[in-house]
């Protein structure tokens, strides 16, 4: 491949230097045939000239190691080649783009198109990383955010409407990407949509005929139809039930077996957790995932910004479900996760995001431990108070944490949407939008999560008091409280419900699922104007200690050998006496005396 590649280059270097631009744009206006016949060229003709010698001009501009990069690239799409795909989409392509198109975009799909001889299904997925380039390094307005869209439905509407499966082969983390880009313009699109006032006249006429453009509808069709046309939740059900290669090809059909569509509809799961919990509905984004189990062996784990995603979602359903020990076991695994990886993650060209979802990881879980004290991995712990030491002491003060509670969910939570747009369509409906506008997505479960924060915002001063003693009288207690016995017993119960949640245990299938389980290192009850406290005090857990340090003891020992050995020390030159000779050594003193600490001792 590479071989043919060299041959190529020189190949195309010898065709662009004989290119003419003048010869192909031609010299119409030297000759008075041409003035004849300009009456006889309608308007539609001559846009048609302007627009190719626009596009000539544009595709003369493009630097040759970018023509012959575009060209191998579809070579290697072409010839379903993985490996000279990734590189070209892993590496190339952001060499490229930090060179040559930091701050402006790639050449449009129409310039680039002779150089891969007009092929459509190349151009889809070049548009693709184009507007990808474009959302992330620039600001897109609303021509890139229809074209976009219009993009993605010609991409899914060749995946899913051909006739049989693509022959068609990209790597795992293009087919994530893409998966995950179209979710994020997406929301982009729902975020900027609802912004009514920052409207131009022409944005609001053309949302108001586009109503359907980036609707939720048309979102959430395409992710259940990957997921339907591979059958990848019969696959994974089959995989769990250990069946037979044989048999899960016969479950799943010719396109299950396929492993663009398997992956799809895999990565369509993950989109489902995420598009669900943007709009709200976190119980339906876990029951998504029924099928996925959450362990080191399963297919996202192999695409790191997926599995990051993944347990991101996840943790953060579970914080909104209540289901706060679920939430910390999820974050502490992918952070673990991170904190082993951070030396290869430096490598990947998501690096960058990976660290920012991380740190909303800690942020979360910050939020998790404040609302259910445990014991958690020392690593995570140390790392949580070096960020957000001063928010996690406020929000162990009751009520008047509210704040850094507030603070961190706004940082740390998901940019929500609102599953319907605003009224473009009736001027005057759409004017009683902007004089009241709904609550927005974010600020809505803002309030619904202080709501539970404000239940619970006695706990902590309850809690200092009740671990002190061993047996409290309930009036005493109230004393302590200011408060009334009625009002104490009110803030004691709250204090049971807080300290009671439904978690996975025993390895339960679904995400879903669970038991009921005291989170509370503290438990108390009342009998007879008395509080009885029991205290349990859970061990350390020194499998983790060893580890780290067994790993760090590794770590240092591949520096060691892989160190330069030191150079040896010359040696010294021997003194030269007076007549030339060398001098001779000292004899050894085998007698006399030894002199230490000033004071003379015989040998």
């Not at 007009?118 to 992330?136: A, G, K, M, N, T």
């Not at 189990?293 to 943790?315: D, I, M, W």
């Not at 991380?358 to 140390?382: E, G, H, K, W």
Request: with cysteine; aromatic share 12%.
């Amino acid at each position: 491949m590479a071989q043919q590649r060299k041959v190529w280059e020189a190949d195309l270097d010898e065709e662009f230097q004989d290119v003419d631009l003048n010869l192909a744009i031609g010299t119409y206006g030297q000759s008075d045939v041409y003035d004849d016949a300009q009456s006889r060229i309608d308007e539609s003709t001559l846009l048609a000239m302007q627009q190719q010698m626009v596009q000539q001009a544009a595709f003369a501009q493009i630097p040759d190691v970018v023509k012959r990069f575009i060209a191998h690239f579809h070579q290697a799409v072409l010839d379903n080649n993985l490996a000279e795909i990734t590189v070209a989409y892993e590496s190339g392509w952001n060499r490229l783009t930090e060179k040559y198109y930091a701050k402006t975009e790639w050449p449009e799909a129409e310039v680039i198109a002779p150089l891969v001889n007009d092929d459509q299904i190349f151009l889809i997925l070049y548009r693709e990383l184009y507007y990808r380039h474009v959302y992330s390094r620039l600001n897109p307005d609303i021509d890139d955010r229809f074209h976009s869209y219009e993009n993605s439905c010609e991409l899914f509407n060749y995946l899913l409407n051909s006739d049989g499966p693509v022959p068609l082969e990209l790597p795992e983390q293009w087919l994530w990407d893409i998966i995950d880009e179209f979710i994020y313009q997406f929301q982009s699109f729902c975020v900027w949509r609802s912004k009514v006032k920052s409207k131009t006249e022409e944005e609001l006429s053309l949302l108001a005929e586009g109503s359907q453009v980036w609707s939720s509808y048309s979102v959430l069709n395409v992710l259940y139809s990957l997921i339907q046309k591979s059958k990848i939740n019969e696959h994974l059900v089959a995989l769990q039930e250990g069946k037979s290669p044989e048999e899960i090809a016969e479950i799943v059909g010719e396109y299950g077996t396929r492993p663009l569509y398997k992956l799809l509809g895999y990565f369509s799961i993950i989109g489902l957790l995420r598009v669900h919990s943007l709009l709200g509905d976190f119980t339906l984004a876990l029951k998504v995932m029924e099928n996925v189990e959450l362990n080191q062996k399963s297919p996202f784990t192999r695409v790191t910004a997926c599995h990051v995603t993944t347990y991101y979602y996840v943790g953060f359903c579970y914080i909104m479900l209540r289901r706060y020990p679920d939430a910390i076991r999820s974050f502490v695994s992918i952070l673990n996760f991170i904190l082993r990886m951070r030396q290869y993650h430096t490598r990947s060209y998501q690096y960058d995001q990976i660290n920012k979802t991380a740190d909303r990881m800690y942020a979360l879980f910050a939020i998790c431990n404040a609302l259910s004290p445990t014991r958690v991995d020392d690593n995570i712990q140390n790392i949580v108070k070096e960020r957000y030491g001063e928010q996690f002491a406020k929000m162990s003060r009751g009520e008047e944490g509210i704040p850094a509670f507030e603070e961190l969910f706004l940082y740390a939570c998901p940019k929500f949407i609102a599953a319907n747009p605003p009224p473009y369509d009736d001027p005057e409906l759409l004017r009683a939008y902007v004089e009241e506008p709904p609550v927005e997505p974010a600020q809505r479960h803002l309030q619904l999560f202080l709501s539970e924060v404000r239940a619970q915002a006695v706990v902590p001063t309850l809690r200092s008091f009740l671990k002190l003693y061993t047996s409290l009288d309930a009036a005493k207690l109230a004393n302590f409280l200011d408060a009334d016995e009625e009002d104490m017993v009110q803030q004691l119960m709250v204090m049971k419900q807080a300290s009671r949640s439904v978690s996975r245990v025993d390895n339960e299938k679904g995400l879903l699922d669970g038991q009921m389980i005291s989170t509370s290192d503290l438990d108390f009850v009342i009998n007879d104007n008395m509080v009885h406290i029991a205290e349990s005090t859970v061990g350390r857990r020194y499998a983790g200690w060893f580890i780290r340090n067994t790993e760090h003891a590794q770590r240092v020992l591949d520096a060691l050998r892989n160190a330069p050995l030191p150079v040896p020390p010359k040696p010294a030159a021997q003194p030269v006496e007076a007549n030339g000779k060398d001098a001779q050594p000292a004899p050894a003193r085998t007698g006399g005396q030894k002199v230490a600490w000033g004071s003379v001792k015989a040998a």
